[in-house]
């Protein structure tokens, strides 16, 4: 055998996997990072619109500026 036929033959490697349940994961995957996002805008959207909430993400905001040091 020489090399010519055995690079071909070490080239040609092929996967078949049924499209019915990738695509099912995929689909259930997506859904599922849609329904997280969707709370946490939720969540994220009251803690703007409350007073309180609000105050504590800019505390965390401000504190996690301080630690990381983006303004001097």
Not at 3 to 26: C, I
Not at 27 to 32: G, L, M, R
């Given at each position: ?13 092929e ?50 500026v ?7």
């Amino acid at each position: 055998m020489n090399a010519r036929t055995e690079n071909r033959e070490r080239s040609v490697t092929e996967v078949k996997v049924d499209g019915k349940p990738v695509r099912f994961l995929m689909n259930a995957w997506n859904t599922i990072l849609n329904i997280v996002g969707g709370v946490l805008a939720t969540i994220g959207a009251f803690s703007l619109v409350h007073p309180d909430l609000r105050m504590e993400v800019m505390t965390i905001f401000n504190q996690f500026v301080d630690e990381v040091g983006l303004f001097f």
